[in-house]
């Protein structure tokens, strides 16, 4: 998730969480004051009541001889107003209460206010009532109208966070990003200045490239140290090798001397084989090699069955390729790819028996472009699966001379294209290798 729709989001569960308060708070704050509203209400009604009580008199309201009760209420009941004889001696007492009242069979809810007054020694009682749901009505219309308020308020100011986020980011979105996205490729890393005001962003472009030109001077100089070490040990090895070669043809060599002479040859051609390995890897490590070809699959895996079928017929191994002739990579390094995939067929061939089948295939798998290897041959241990990839490990000491390093080239060549590689395998059943390669810049049926 982006750091500016983080911040937006904080900000806004921040303000979510602060208006939330608010409007518990303020939900209070207007229930109090309709009920504060309402009780001044009524105590306007008695004064008013108790002026014309004082005015007319009580008998305009009531007569004792008759009836002892005088009850007035409006059309909607609302509100009403009843003068009652009171037995209690206490007189002059406001009280305030919610009681529910039957007023012509229903039952409604009131805020009360209850009075006692004497009138030519005689007490009496002032009932005034208010409907609640008349208050709950206002009340709810002012929450509505506080929640709308709220809410405009805080989606303006979640989209102005927002905003000034996406401003105060900006160098850091436009500049330093896309500077990390060429971090792994030195030649290419955009070694501007920053123009921000914030100093954090232009600390931060600063370390990067200070750090690039670390690195730059660091590849640089293990370029020329890989060069540096093809030189010395190949001029030696072949030194060696042209003496031997002239040993075995000057006819000079006595005969128990010839097998030995020979296996240092060997010896030699292995030790050449694997500096030749180590530097290929080096190379590719380094990011010594460019990306800039497009590969149609299948004739790349027709070359390799072409030149290696010698071999696959030395065991009478039969080898099917079944990748789409529409298949096809852009963007890669087609003799990486070469010894990718020759590497694969290789050791299919090796620890194959005789006999055997391998099958080549490619396929759409999520996000990826996949080429899988699959053979019927020996198969693996499942404990040896997870150093197969490492420098110098056998899978199979008993079957041939390699060197170990075959599937540790196939590794880089494989991360050096942004990609990985499976392996599926069981002893005695045969092993299936599958390479998975980044699916952007591929053409194949499968995406029509």
């Not at 472009?205 to 890989?226: C, D, G, P, R, S």
């Amino acid at each position: 998730m982006r750091l500016e729709l983080k911040l937006a989001m904080i900000g806004a569960l921040s303000k979510i969480v602060i208006f939330f308060i608010l409007f518990i708070m303020l939900q209070q704050f207007i229930d109090k004051q309709a009920l504060m509203h309402t009780d001044r209400n009524l105590i306007k009604m008695k004064e008013k009541t108790m002026a014309i009580v004082g005015k007319i008199g009580i008998k305009s309201f009531l007569d004792i001889e008759k009836d002892s009760v005088y009850a007035s209420y409006n059309m909607l009941k609302d509100e009403y107003i009843t003068i009652d004889l009171d037995t209690q001696k206490s007189t002059g007492k406001t009280i305030f209460s919610d009681e529910a009242r039957i007023i012509e069979d229903e039952e409604f809810d009131y805020r009360i206010l209850n009075y006692t007054f004497t009138v030519d020694d005689q007490n009496y009682i002032l009932e005034i009532g208010k409907n609640l749901q008349l208050m709950s009505s206002l009340n709810r219309t002012l929450e509505n109208i506080s929640i709308t308020i709220i809410l405009v308020v805080l989606s303006i100011t979640i989209i102005f966070d927002i905003g000034i986020n996406k401003y105060l980011l900006h160098p850091l979105n436009r500049k330093i990003i896309p500077k990390l996205k060429t971090i792994t490729n030195p030649e290419t890393f955009n070694y501007s200045e920053l123009d921000s005001t914030t100093s954090d962003f232009v600390y931060l472009n600063n370390a990067l490239n200070e750090l690039m030109h670390k690195v730059t001077a660091i590849l640089k100089n293990q370029q020329k140290f890989t060069a540096d070490v093809s030189h010395e040990l190949f001029t030696p090895i072949s030194i060696m090798q042209s003496k031997l070669e002239n040993l075995l043809t000057s006819g000079n060599l006595p005969e128990p001397f010839v097998a030995n002479v020979m296996d240092q040859q060997n010896q030699l051609n292995r030790l050449q084989q694997i500096i030749k390995a180590l530097l290929l890897i080096a190379r590719i490590e380094n990011d010594q090699y460019a990306k800039n070809d497009d590969v149609i699959v299948r004739d790349v895996v027709d070359e390799i069955i072409l030149n290696i079928e010698d071999r696959a017929e030395m065991k009478n191994i039969t080898i099917e390729n079944y990748v789409p002739p529409s298949d096809s990579l852009a963007s890669v390094n087609k003799s990486l790819l070469y010894i990718l995939i020759f590497n694969l067929i290789s050791n299919a061939i090796k620890y194959n028996n005789e006999g055997g089948k391998i099958r080549i295939d490619s396929f759409i798998a999520g996000r990826n472009f996949c080429i899988k290897v699959t053979d019927n041959g020996i198969g693996i241990d499942p404990d040896q699966i997870t150093f197969i990839f490492d420098r110098f490990k056998r899978i199979e000491p008993s079957f041939g001379e390699g060197h170990g390093l075959g599937l540790s080239i196939v590794s880089s060549i494989v991360r050096f294209h942004g990609g990985s590689i499976e392996v599926e395998s069981k002893k005695g059943e045969g092993s299936t290798f599958i390479l998975k390669l980044p699916l952007k810049n591929v053409n194949s049926p499968f995406l029509g």
